[in-house]
C-alpha cells in the first residue's frame, strides 16, 4: 500500500491502490444510472480533501469503465483533488461486471438505519468537535449538533407514485408541488 500527498491541494492516498491517474482519464460506465448533483459533489470532494482518499475506484479490466466511483471520479474533476487511486478488478464476464455495478449502487440503498445508534453517533462525533459534513451528515443535523439541539431524526412518511412515463411524472409531480407536498423527482 503506497501512501503519498504530493502538496496541500492534493488529498493523501491511504487505501490498497493499482495505480493513479487524472480523473479525466477515467471513463465512465455508460450503463451507470446514478448521477450525481453538484452539493454531492462539493461534499465529496471536502471529505476527500479532509481525510484523503479512503477507497480506490474500480476499473473493469475487461472494459475499462469505472465499475465502482463514479461520484468520486466526478468530484475530483470538478473540484481539482488531483490524481485518482484506482483498482483493476478482471470481471469474468460483461454479465458480471454489470451485476457488481448494479450491487455497489444498490446495496447502500437497501440497508435501514437505527436511529438511537446514529444520534449517539453524532453525539460523539459533535462532542469530539467534528465537522459533521465529513461524516456526509445532511445540513440540517449538522446544524442541530452545532447548536447544541437534538440529532433525532424525525420520522418521515413517503409515498411513491409509479407513473407510465415521464410526461405523466411531471404531471402527477407539478399537481403534488401546488397542493404544498415536498416531492422529488426519482428515475429507476
Known amino acids: 500500500m503506497k501512501k503519498k500527498s504530493t502538496g496541500s491541494r492534493t488529498p493523501a492516498i491511504h487505501c490498497r491502490h493499482d495505480g493513479t491517474k487524472p480523473a479525466a482519464e477515467f471513463r465512465p460506465h455508460p450503463k451507470n444510472w446514478h448521477t450525481h448533483p453538484p452539493g ?3 461534499l465529496y470532494a471536502k471529505i476527500i480533501r479532509s481525510t484523503g482518499w479512503r477507497r480506490a475506484v474500480v476499473v473493469s479490466k475487461r472494459s475499462g469503465f469505472i465499475t465502482k466511483g463514479h461520484g468520486a471520479v466526478l468530484a475530483a474533476r470538478a473540484h481539482d483533488l488531483g490524481p485518482v487511486p484506482f483498482e483493476v478488478q478482471p470481471y469474468k464476464s460483461d454479465a458480471e461486471e454489470l451485476a457488481d455495478l448494479t450491487a455497489d449502487n444498490k446495496l447502500a440503498e437497501a440497508a435501514e438505519t437505527d436511529d438511537k445508534k446514529l444520534d449517539a453517533l453524532l453525539k460523539e462525533l459533535s462532542a469530539a468537535g467534528t465537522d459533521l459534513e465529513l461524516a456526509g451528515i445532511e445540513q ?9 439541539t437534538t440529532t433525532e431524526l424525525s420520522e418521515h412518511f413517503q409515498v411513491i407514485v409509479e407513473c ?6 411531471k404531471k402527477v ?3 403534488f408541488e401546488k397542493e404544498g407536498l415536498k416531492c422529488q423527482l426519482l428515475t429507476f
Open 173 to 175: 409531480f407539478n399537481r
Open 164 to 169: 407510465k412515463n415521464e410526461a405523466e411524472q
Open 40 to 42: 454531492q459533489l462539493k
Open 140 to 148: 440540517a443535523i449538522a446544524d442541530a449538533e452545532k447548536l447544541g
